[in-house]
């Protein structure tokens, strides 16, 4: 009996170990999350936007990170070279993964630790993986593991409905790629495409999501996009420009009914619906894979195509004969989910400003400049979010005197999303 406390004992140690080595290897970079391979390698998310050079706080030390490889894609790997070391590291795996097997991600959503568990459902393990469960706003650039704890891909995007547990990440091949090519020193260098891509956005003036997502634009969060917004005009019955309209109808052959904002990459078959500003980064990764197929078409394909998402159904064989009208919102937008939207982004301006302000208290001349520049932004946003968040308290006042049974539904949808997130991750 004795020996079978301590061997339980001792498998208990072992594990708690394990993960906490395994947590040390992972690291938060501002806004987004990466971690660390082969000692002084550290691998993060391209859209995630991080500077050739900056300053990382790894397993208690500030170590300065230059920038040693650049994904060739729209999004995919992007791998810094740690000065000091080794540190504690992630294993990578010997093979790609196959569809059903069980993997996890690790990161820093919001700014707090998480572990999400799914199953690979589609991809081809290689270029691309996609999971069925959600991640969130902070994950980007966070390592997915095997049943092993091996690395096997990178978090580049998930589903923009909480609900929808679907997420996309770097294959195991281009990962493993992005590794033996930083440790020779390369760099790649992706052929230029100078156009920016043209997005369209069917939206309505009565839209609070539309609304967002045009500020957004206007703050310059998509500079590498040229949006263009498409309005329905509720009064006369018509879009501001039905000839586009068409063109994405007959182009993506939509079988539901389309609600605001309807998000579409121009001369490509791909188009999503809804936007918050917590579901920016996932808003970016989705757009740099749409636009992915587009590019090839213009300047030749420079690597295997990604599969599609998985769930997807076949197009109809003719487009809808007429424009289909927008649906209404799928769930009222109550002033209560509006809050607890709000509330969410301004959590995470404030991690992203605090991971700022450490940058400069710890950085030399050089990077204290560019931190004050991102300080600056990040006061701004964040007036723009408690100003925001003001406004939704006075309508959930205004909602509790005049609107009883409406305050209560979202009430209900409040507490609902707050668990499926507290139980899901």
Not at 126 to 133: A, I
Not at 293 to 313: D, K, N, Q, Y
Request: charged share 25%; glycine share 10%; with cysteine.
């Amino acid at each position: 009996m004795t020996r079978n406390i301590l061997l339980t004992a001792a498998l208990l140690l072992t594990a708690s170990t394990a993960a906490a080595d395994e947590r040390d290897a992972v690291v938060r970079i501002g806004g987004c999350t990466g971690f660390i391979v082969e000692g002084n390698l550290l691998l993060t998310a391209k859209h995630c936007r991080h500077p050739e050079r900056m300053q990382v706080k790894v397993q208690g030390k500030t170590a300065s990170a230059r920038r040693a490889y650049v994904h060739r894609g729209e999004d995919g790997p992007v791998v810094f070279r740690l000065d000091g070391g080794p540190f504690e590291s992630l294993p990578i795996a010997s093979r790609k993964p196959e569809i059903g097997d069980a993997v996890y991600s690790l990161g820093y959503p919001g700014g707090n630790w998480s572990r999400s568990e799914g199953e690979l459902v589609g991809g081809n393990g290689v270029d691309v993986n996609y999971t069925n469960h959600h991640i969130a706003t902070g994950n980007s650039g966070g390592p997915l593991l095997n049943a092993k704890g091996e690395v096997v891909g990178i978090a580049l995007h998930t589903a923009a409905d909480p609900g929808v547990h679907s997420s996309g990440f770097s294959g195991w091949r281009v990962t493993t790629e992005a590794i033996r090519a930083a440790q020779g020193e390369t760099v790649a260098t992706p052929r230029r495409y100078t156009r920016r891509p043209v997005v369209v956005v069917f939206s309505s003036d009565q839209c609070e999501p539309c609304r967002q997502l045009e500020a957004d634009v206007a703050a310059g969060h998509f500079r590498d996009y040229q949006f263009r917004f498409v309005k329905w005009n509720e009064r006369v019955g018509e879009w501001s420009d039905p000839e586009v309209f068409n063109d994405f109808h007959s182009t993506c052959r939509p079988k539901e009914r389309l609600g605001f904002p309807t998000i579409w990459v121009k001369d490509t078959d791909q188009y999503r619906v809804g936007y918050s500003a917590a579901r920016r980064g996932g808003l970016l990764g989705w757009l740099a894979n749409a636009v992915r197929s587009l590019v090839e078409a213009i300047i030749g394909r420079e690597e295997p195509p990604a599969f599609p998402t998985p769930g997807a159904t076949p197009a109809p064989a003719d487009p809808a004969p007429v424009p289909e009208l927008p649906a209404e919102e799928p769930a009222p937008d109550t002033a209560l989910l509006r809050l607890a939207r709000d509330l969410a982004s301004l959590r995470d301006q404030i991690g992203e400003t605090r991971s700022d302000f450490d940058e400069f208290r710890e950085s030399g001349v050089v990077g204290k400049i560019r931190a004050i520049a991102r300080l600056r932004e990040d006061k701004d946003d964040a007036l723009e979010a408690v100003s925001a968040v003001r406004e939704d308290v006075q309508a959930v006042r205004d909602d509790f005197r005049e609107r009883p049974l409406q305050f209560l539904w979202g009430l209900f949808g409040a507490i609902t999303g707050l668990l499926h997130r507290r139980f899901a991750h």
